[in-house]
């Protein structure tokens, strides 16, 4: 992790956001990474996306795993809660902080050695758990730490910085999550930020599990001839089928698309997702053709990215599991600890 300051001086030009603040108010400490690193690309785009929404940076949580990935929280909303937590280990972490303070708003952070390795079967509980979220997944199909090993995310037939080939199946995390019912799925590129900062505000809107597949090239072990996570082949290979604009309810924000046909989808609290540019019968509510899209292009190499899919309907996991409106981290310990006879009835009711 970094703790170097970035200086505190403030550009006059810098507009604020409704809460007074500026979009330097949500940054945090200068980055280690290697410079031209995809993950700090992401890491604008989600300081852009916090400013724009008029977050106050206090009721944020971060929270990461291990990983070139998990050191990104540092880099963005100094003034938020954090927890770094183990190897694959973070759905874990952040399913409890949720269940005890729904009032915050979360971010996990993680990459795919970190996800669709070790924690694998961590994310996939809380996406079906449909834990209220985003979850941004820095998707560079290596271990950067350890020297640029393949990741579960790695195409077949990629090759290595050394020249060696995957031989191994890749782990898709967008139709792994649309498989085990995520209700927000999208797929971007961190050099596209005019197309993942709303994404991400997006993600940041609604309610329930959403998880941003973002592919971040590894300057260092992943960005050379042969590699499909390189900064040459994403940008030669991506195909935008879907480009969506986050319309708040109070005020709406405006984007220039060219023309096309447009479909709006209206969030829990009033937000519309507008998707324009869709291909034809392109459907972002219909799981099953969603699904179907994505495999017919990955044989081809594309790499479709937008939001592609979004349920608004499902119910996220305080209110599957009808928990109390106040916070369990507010709730005074008697009502949390009622005490052996409150227990000795409730497991009677099982009997």
Known sequence: MSYI??????????RPNALGLTVRDYEGAMSTLCAGCGHDSITAAITRAFYELDVAPHMVAKLSG???SSKTPTYFLSGAHGFNSAHGRMPAILTGASAANR???YIGVSGDGDSLSIGLGQMS????????????LENNGVYGLTKG???ASADPGSRSKHGEPNTQQAIDPVLLALSLGATFVARSFSGD???????VKAGLRHRG???????SPCVTFNDHEGSTKSYRY????QEPIVEADLVPPAAEITAEYAAGAAVDVRMHDGGIVRFTKIPEGYDPGDRDAVVAYLRAHQSTGAIPTGLLYLDPSGSEMHAANRTVATPLAQLPYESLCPGAAALDALQRAYR
């Open 5 to 14: 300051k970035k200086p505190s001086a403030r550009n006059p030009s810098l």
């Open 66 to 68: 291990i990983g070139c």
């Open 103 to 105: 009032d915050l708003i």
């Open 125 to 136: 509980h809380a996406i079906r758990r449909n834990v209220d979220a985003l979850y941004v």
């Open 149 to 151: 090993q393949f990741s």
């Open 193 to 199: 930020k005019g197309q993942l900062v709303p994404i």
């Open 209 to 215: 599990f959403a998880l941003v597949d973002v592919i």
């Open 234 to 237: 994403t940008r030669g290979h």
